[in-house]
Nanobody, 130 residues
Framework: VQLVELGGGSVQTGGSLRLSCAIS????????MGWFRQFPGKEREGVAA???????NYADSVKGRFTISQDSTKKTLYLQMDSLKPEDTAMYYC?????????????????????????WGQGTQVTVSS
């Protein structure tokens, strides 16, 4: 499974960006997908998660500003980022995992707590200037 992120770039404070993640194949109809970011010198952290049952979870730092969605017909994961702040500047990664079934809470844990997920994109830079 290959993932390719698109849509990073530079924007001013308060602006918006939409990241896309093209996924080569869905190996199961049950999945957990997420967006992560990494600041220089820091560990990768989960930003938003979505599973095949439609459950969404967000890190507190982005809640109310970022929206995760996915389109199975287009095999694409999205992250709509609004009201961007300079502290959102980071490398952003998409990731996905396909399972036989996705228990409630699994994706929240895998993305937001452990950053432990099978397939990763190469990352795209987001820079927010003040």
């Amino acid at each position: 499974v290959q993932l390719v992120e698109l849509g990073g770039g530079s924007v001013q404070t308060g602006g918006s960006l939409r990241l896309s993640c093209a996924i080569s194949e869905y190996t199961s109809s049950s999945f957990c997908m997420g967006w992560f970011r990494q600041f220089p010198g820091k560990e990768r952290e989960g930003v938003a998660a979505i599973d095949s049952d439609g459950r969404r979870n967000y890190a507190d730092s982005v809640k109310g500003r970022f929206t995760i969605s996915q389109d199975s017909t287009k095999k694409t994961l999205y992250l709509q980022m609004d009201s961007l702040k300079p502290e959102d500047t980071a490398m952003y990664y998409c990731a996905a995992e396909f399972l036989a079934r996705v228990p409630g809470g699994y994706c929240y844990t895998a993305v937001l707590m452990r950053a432990d997920i099978d397939y990763w994109g190469q990352g795209t830079q987001v820079t927010v200037s003040s």
